[in-house]
Structure formats: C-alpha cells, structure tokens
C-alpha cells in the first residue's frame, strides 16, 4: 500500500471524532464522476483541497447527504482544473466568474470554488499549503482546514441558507486546535460576523468554553465596545450578508451597493 501523504497540517492533533453517522450513498455515476475530477486535477498538478460534506465529516463526525464535491483552489488555477476536466470526458462551465465553475457528467457535477460569491474572500495558494490529509472515496487528498471552512461559511447567513450550525459543528470538535489568531486576523475588517456566530456558538454549547479561548473573547468584546462608542463610517453592509433580503435598502433607500462593488473588485484583481 503506497505510504500516506503529508499534507500542511496533516499532523496537526484534532479531537476524536463523535458516534460516526452513516455515510451517504453514492451512485455509481456520481461516485465515478468525483473520482474521476479527483484523479484529472491530480495527475495535473493543480493544488485543490476538498471542502463541503466530505471535509465535514472528517472534522465533525456528521455525514450528510451530498449531491456535489465541493473543490477549493486559486482562481489562477480555474482554467487549467477547467481544461483537465474537459479533457477527462466532462462537460464544463464558469458559473459565476467571480468564484464558481463546475465540471458536469450526466445529472451530476463538482464546483470549483475560487472564493465566496459577494467577493469578499478568496482562495490563496496558503489555504491549500495549510489542507490536512484525509481519506476521500478510498484515497488520500488534501481537505480543507477547519479555520478556512469557517472562514468560507461566515457569510452563507441567507434566508434559504445558513451555515451557522456548520460554524458551530466546527468549533465545538475543532475549537481547542484552531488558529484563532490567523482566523481572527484573515477576517480583517468583517470581525463582527466572527464575532456573531461565536456567540451563537456560545449558546448552543454554553458548557464548552474550552472550545474558544478567553483572550480572543477580549479582544472582540473591546473592539465592539469601541465602535459602539464611536460608530463606523460605513452605514450600510446588508448586501454582503443576503442581497435579496436587503434589496429595498438599496432599491428603494439608496444604500451602496457592497456586494457589487466587492465583486467588482474581486474581477479586477483577477483580470
């Protein structure tokens, strides 16, 4: 059996994992379809690291179902995964060039994710250097750390979608390992959005706060205390958290538009 990769932080202690749910079925299309973008992007030489429900499981326990496998990798990246895939038989297409295309066979498909759709944050070569190693359909692959999973999640607050309980799974199996200081620092300016879930965190699991330390709980506590008493400049963000539920803000209101203009940015920066 060939020896077991090491990958970033591979050897990085995590806790033990809880009473393993049951994993998903994959049919056999599907099954085939992820390994096969699996091994295209490998033999290629592009760096990706696996997220979605597979990542999931590894850091949590919890299966669920999954209908897609879910790749992170630069955008510089995109077009050679793009060209691998083609070649490999499947059909492809940028969904949204700011941060998503797929690979497609049949009913059945992998994104590509280069970043979050509002174009706030984006895949850097460090989040694949910093992937663990894990067992994806009977092989070793890097997947994605648990700080950039939650970082990929702080802002999937929408109406029909909320990864909040994902944030939460991750920090109570997780908490004790994390980079709290990296996390703390790649959030930059949108702390409170960190902040938020931590507290949510904090009520859910009100018996686990060896999951997140007292020093960051601090730091965040003063930083709030201090734009209480002297409020930001900025008057309006809705549009980075859910554009649909905050339309009429912009729409009728006349707020600006931040989602436009951080895609806007993120498009330049990759042109």
Not at 139 to 162: G, N, Q
Request: overall charge neutral; hydrophobic content about 45%.
């Amino acid at each position: 059996m060939a020896s077991r990769p090491e990958f970033g932080n591979a050897k990085r202690p995590r806790p033990p994992a809880p009473n393993q749910t049951p994993p998903p079925v994959l049919v056999a299309e599907q099954r085939q379809l992820f390994q096969r973008v699996l091994r295209a992007l490998s033999r290629g030489g592009v760096g990706f690291a696996v997220a979605g429900a597979f990542a999931f499981q590894h850091y949590t326990g919890i299966w669920r179902f999954t209908k897609d496998l879910d790749l992170f990798l630069p955008a510089e990246k995109v077009d050679v995964a793009l060209t691998l895939c083609r070649t490999a038989g499947l059909v492809t297409e940028i969904t949204d060039p700011v941060w998503l295309a797929k690979a497609w066979a049949g009913d059945y498909y992998v994104d590509l994710i280069s970043g979050m759709s509002n174009g706030v944050y984006w895949v850097t070569p460090e989040w694949i250097e910093r992937a663990h190693s894990g067992e994806i359909l009977g092989r070793h692959y890097r997947l994605l750390a648990p700080e950039e999973m939650i970082l990929s999640k702080l802002f999937v607050t929408r109406r029909e979608r909320f990864d909040g309980s994902d944030i939460c799974h991750l920090i109570y199996r997780c908490g004790a390992a994390l980079d709290w200081q990296r996390m703390l620092a790649t959030v930059g300016p949108h702390w409170e959005l960190l902040l938020w879930h931590l507290q949510l965190f904090r009520y859910i699991y009100p018996a686990a706060p060896a999951a997140t330390p007292r020093w960051l709980w601090d730091e965040l506590r003063g930083r709030l205390a201090a734009e209480v008493d002297q409020p930001s400049t900025t008057a309006f963000r809705g549009s980075l958290v859910d554009p649909p539920m905050f339309y009429a803000d912009v729409a009728q209101w006349g707020m600006e538009n931040l989602e436009d203009a951080s895609r806007r940015r993120r498009l330049e920066r990759a042109g």
